[in-house]
């Protein structure tokens, strides 16, 4: 539709809130309440897996926890094309309110949660899955709705103030983690619920189609295809976290590496597939369009770099930086997120690009960003492992800077390049590339750390062991353990140490001032600070790497461009020409 006819729409009855700031409220309001859902379970894990009975670092329960940790972001990585494109045929409002309500109603059950043991972390994984699915019909066509909502020259800031609500809620997420979990784990799932509720009536009352809608079948060899290689390509990538045959990390497991390549060639058959069916799910089309194809390219390498960089950053605060200034590890989960606020604070300049990139383009603000990005992990390496903290503030505060710089102008691009009758199908594809990059990011991340440890940690575990008085012996077996079991207990804000020796029983066989010596909160910094450096630095180095790349595809996005307000892949039906022509006399 013409935006004349958007702003003809734009106000309700009654002199109620324009029609696009409802928009603009409900779409942040689903960001918020998907957001806060995943930072609070961060934080939560130790309280919930206590609560269940369950030991998440057991070598039978580690697949339990990954998925716990990862099964939503692999579920909305997958669904959320399929469920754009849904959105493009069926209705974006229907789809996005559908959205809230299956959200609402997984979280009511996930907080409902009874069970222990297997069983309980069993239900806690099949309800996030469908939580999921819910969180994908709000991330594919959320963006979609905005931009029917908004004219090409306001797009930018909506986006800026909806990327504002993702990183508030992400910060609320860990404030609610750290208060409600002690007091009760399963209200970390309940404090989703009143958003969900809101945005559910909300959303039914007030939201409307007013985007182009075109009759098309449902493309199932596509959906099928698309869901069956990026499911095998991304399962592979959490496994490969878990050691195999004698190896720090899997990828020598022959499942593994199955699902990895199997699954790329399962992309390839999608492809092809989309070429040479009637109605694809996805129209390759697009990838002709220099502004969609480079600023997903940009988008995908960003967020590769920056996806295990948070991981990382966590770690490097709860299993060094905070034991050593005074922190128990099992207060490091809430202080490490709290010492990150400034990782998000950067992120608020997303009203500001966006609202610059309206007028005068994205491709100066979005390269500007990922610059400033790319040379903050370059200078993250200049810091010590016990740095002081005000160097480490400014640096991820120019992190988030250069990505809220980055972010919302390059969003703003690609969906103003979109043809109005692919904005879901579009939105959804940007979205995955966003989430399986987050996904590839953090195994290449704890990979390369983990390899890094794997080469050095060992002697040096066998030594400050030994020299403390723990058995050759024991010391011997753990100093050879997997070292992403330290990494994940580190994470968990467990006591790495006692995780490793409690079931040798070594402990119980020291005087009481050696074993608090050894659980206390210097001995396992001062072993691992070293060689987790040396993973660390090559890290950061991919991620510069990554970012250097991505600043080459922004440079290639081309001017502002902003696609014709007409379908271009379709035929109308005779419908939605209707709806069009009526709209357009109208205006």
């Known amino acids: 539709m013409g935006e004349g006819v958007i702003e003809a729409e734009a106000s309700g009855a009654g002199g109620a809130m324009p029609y696009k700031w409802t928009a603009l409220c409900l779409a942040t309001l689903g960001v ?24 998440p670092l057991a070598p039978a329960n580690v697949s339990y926890f990954l998925w716990v940790f990862m099964g939503f972001i692999l579920v909305t990585a997958v669904l959320v094309v399929s469920l754009g494109r849904v959105g493009d045929i069926y209705g974006r409002v229907r ?100 958003f969900g509720l809101l945005g559910t009536v909300w959303g039914y009352r007030r939201l409307r189609d007013n985007g182009v809608r075109v009759a098309a079948k449902i493309d199932w060899i596509g959906n099928a295809t698309f869901a069956i290689g990026l499911i095998a390509v991304l399962t592979g990538i959490v496994y490969s976290l878990l050691p195999y045959g004698g190896h720090p990390t899997g990828w020598t497991n022959p499942w593994v590496l199955t699902g990895v390549f199997g699954g790329l060639a399962v992309l390839g058959l999608f492809v092809w597939v989309e070429t040479k069916v009637p109605s694809p799910m996805f129209h390759m089309e697009l990838f002709r369009i220099r502004a969609f194809t480079m600023g997903n390219i940009a ?65 100066v603000l979005t390269s500007t960003g990922l610059i400033l990005s790319g040379s903050s992990f370059l200078l993250l390496e200049l810091l010590p492992m016990n740095f002081d903290y005000v160097w480490f503030a400014l640096l991820i505060f120019m992190f988030a800077v250069g990505m809220g710089l980055f972010f919302s102008p390059n969003q703003a691009a690609i969906m103003n390049s979109l043809p109005p009758d692919q904005r879901g199908g579009g939105a959804g594809m940007s979205a995955t590339f966003f989430n399986s990059a987050t996904v590839l990011s953090m195994g290449l991340f704890f990979t390369i750390v983990t390899l890094g440890l794997a080469a050095h940690l060992p002697t040096h575990m066998f030594k400050g062991l030994t020299a403390a008085g723990i058995n050759p012996a024991a010391a011997h077996t753990v100093a050879n353990e997997p070292p992403i079991g330290s990494l994940f207990s580190a994470f968990l804000g467990y006591n790495p140490i006692q995780q490793l020796l409690g079931p040798t029983g070594a402990l119980q066989h020291l005087p009481a001032h050696q074993a608090a010596f050894l659980t206390g909160r210097s001995f396992f910094p001062s072993l691992i600070q070293q060689p987790f450096a040396d993973g660390l630095h090559l890290a950061f180095d991919f991620a510069a790497a990554a970012t250097a790349i991505a600043v080459v595809a922004s440079a290639m996005m081309g001017r502002r461009y902003v696609h014709s307000e007409q379908p271009e892949f379709e035929q109308f039906s005779e419908e939605a020409a209707g709806e069009v022509a009526g709209a357009t006399a109208r205006a």
Not at 32 to 40: C, E, F, L, P, R
């Open 95 to 194: 789809m996005f309110n559908l959205g809230f309500a299956v959200f609402t109603f997984f979280s009511i059950l996930l907080s409902l949660s009874f069970m222990t043991g297997v069983a309980g972390v069993m239900w806690i994984i099949v309800m996030r899955v469908f939580q999921g699915v819910g969180g994908a019909f709000i991330f594919a066509n959320s963006n979609a709705i905005l931009t029917d909502a908004f004219p090409s020259n306001e797009r930018g800031r909506a986006m800026g103030i909806n990327g504002v609500g993702a990183v508030s809620g992400s910060f609320m997420g860990l404030i609610l983690g750290g208060v409600l979990a002690p007091i009760e784990w399963r209200l970390v799932f309940l404090v989703s619920v009143p």
């Open 299 to 363: 988008g995908l390498l960003a967020a590769l770099g920056r996806g295990g960089l948070q991981f990382m950053l966590i770690i490097w605060l709860q299993g060094i930086w905070l034991p050593q200034h005074g922190y128990s590890f099992s207060r490091t989960p809430l202080w490490a997120g709290i010492y990150m606020i400034p990782l998000t604070l950067g992120f608020f300049l997303g009203p500001f690009s966006g609202s610059l990139s309206d007028r005068y383009g994205s491709r």
């Open 32 to 55: 918020v309440m998907v957001t806060i859902n995943q930072s609070i379970l961060l934080i939560s894990l130790p309280d919930m897996f206590r609560g269940i009975r369950l030991n």
